[in-house]
């Protein structure tokens, strides 16, 4: 599993930091990004299901954020 740690980013960077770490990822590889951006919540699961990609985990620890992304076959 590959982690991207997008604390202290705000909307939008973490979705884009995230969809760059996403596409270099074979389908079916798992990417975990933590943030603390509380606009994550939204954003994440937009980008994913326009992506095509699939949330396997989503869960606020604290003040963070924490997904668990595998890549979509798009």
């Known amino acids: 599993m590959r982690k991207l ?7 939008p960077l973490p979705v884009l930091k995230a969809r760059k770490l996403l596409i270099a990822m074979k389908p079916g590889e798992t990417l975990e990004v933590l943030t603390t951006d509380p606009m994550s919540v939204v954003d994440m699961p937009v980008f994913c299901a326009q992506a095509g990609h699939v949330i396997i985990r989503e869960e606020k620890q604290g003040d963070s954020f924490a997904f668990v992304i595998e890549r979509g076959l798009k």
């Open 5 to 11: 740690d997008a604390s202290g980013l705000s909307c």
